[in-house]
């Protein structure tokens, strides 16, 4: 019986491309599949090689094509590591056997809406490259899912599977602890100057809400300099005792934010699911988020939260001034934001979903 490789990242998950991996992954291994799954962090090093032109990303890919030896495997690969996997993916083609299945959870650069007709060409170009060898193709939301589809891909191959939530127990305050000072504007988000940070800090800072805090959650990653800017930001509009940064890290600090506050803002460039705004739904939180990619699948403006444009600090700004100046509205959006997520996106609805693609592979079928 041919058993499952699944090449993701970190464990424990630390993005939320990750958690998704991870949470399959186990899902899979629940119904007695036989499956090893590599987490490529822990060769973080070796990935260095990237570094070098032209050369660096065809040695991690020589390097993964020894290490993964299992050519009649059904190969699951997160897209974020198609790249250093394509040659291990064509000997797969030419000399072995099983299906390949990638997981797109971001195109990093490309854009279908890009004016810029060539830089929009190549990146195309380069993205489909990446998934040329695919027999599957799983997106995490119907955005996504038509970014691969506007490569060229056959839709016939491309299946949207959003993510979960894990939806327990949350032991909601009550609307008077909820609104008792101070009250707190929370973010959830890794500091990646893509996720828009330094806006949303601008937006706080041009309306010093009364009795508001802002709480930014996360990790800085790879992006050092970008949280080394977020605290330099804080402090030049002397925001040290109005604005606190936490790390992400920390599960339980995490879900005691989600429970005492108030609005929650994720001023993303582009995401093409965004768990923790479901997340921030489960705990009754009004939105505010950008109306860009996937977000407007879960977020209804004026419905459950505010649509505003990516990096407009005056959107962002009046945005915040509506549900800090009015509780009621925020209340309201709130109660739908809960009702719209209570009943769907579940865990395992998708995994379910995902291992009868992995079963389906596994019997050449798919």
């Not at 032109?53 to 020894?66: D, E, K, Q, R």
Request: hydrophobic share 40%; aromatic share 12%.
């Amino acid at each position: 019986m041919k058993s499952i490789i699944f090449l993701s990242g970190a464990v424990p998950p630390q993005t939320g491309g990750e958690l998704y991996n991870f949470k399959v992954s186990k899902y899979i291994a629940s119904q007695g599949l036989e499956q090893e799954y590599v987490s490529l962090h822990k060769y973080k090093l070796f990935f260095k090689l990237n570094l070098l032109p032209f050369v660096g990303n065809f040695l991690i890919s020589l390097f993964l094509l020894i290490v993964i030896k299992k050519s009649d495997s059904v190969l699951i690969v997160d897209h974020y590591y198609s790249k250093y996997t394509v040659l291990l993916q064509a000997f797969k083609k030419a000399f072995g056997s099983g299906k390949i299945i990638t997981l797109v959870h971001l195109f990093d650069g490309y854009n279908s809406a890009d004016s810029f007709g060539f830089r929009r060409y190549i990146f195309s170009f380069l993205e489909k490259t990446r998934l040329v060898f695919s027999d599957v193709i799983v997106a995490t939301s119907e955005y996504s899912r038509r970014e691969v589809i506007s490569l060229g891909i056959s839709p016939d191959i491309v299946y949207s599977l959003p993510p979960g939530l894990d939806q327990e127990d949350s032991n909601l305050l009550s609307e008077s602890e909820r609104n008792s000072e101070p009250r707190k504007i929370l973010c959830v988000a890794n500091f990646i100057p893509r996720k828009g940070q330094d806006y949303l800090i601008k937006a706080y800072a041009s309306i010093k809400p009364s009795g508001y805090t802002l709480h930014l959650v996360g990790s800085p990653g790879k992006h050092r300099n970008y949280y080394i800017k977020i605290q330099r930001l804080i402090k030049s509009l002397k925001l040290e005792k109005q604005v606190f940064l936490h790390d992400g890290r920390n599960k339980q600090l995490v879900k005691e934010l989600y429970l005492a506050s108030s609005i929650f803002v994720l001023p993303s460039f582009k995401e093409t699911f965004g768990i923790v705004l479901i997340e921030a739904m489960y705990y009754k939180l009004p939105i505010i988020t950008t109306n860009v990619s996937a977000m407007p699948e879960l977020v209804k403006h004026n419905e459950n939260g505010l649509l505003v444009s990516p990096g407009n600090i005056q959107e962002l700004a009046r945005a915040l001034k509506i549900l800090t100046e009015n509780p009621n509205i925020g209340k309201n959006m709130g109660s739908r934001g809960f009702e719209f997520v209570k009943t769907s996106y579940r865990w395992e609805e998708t995994c379910s979903k995902f291992t009868k693609l992995v079963k389906s592979c596994l019997n050449e079928s798919c």
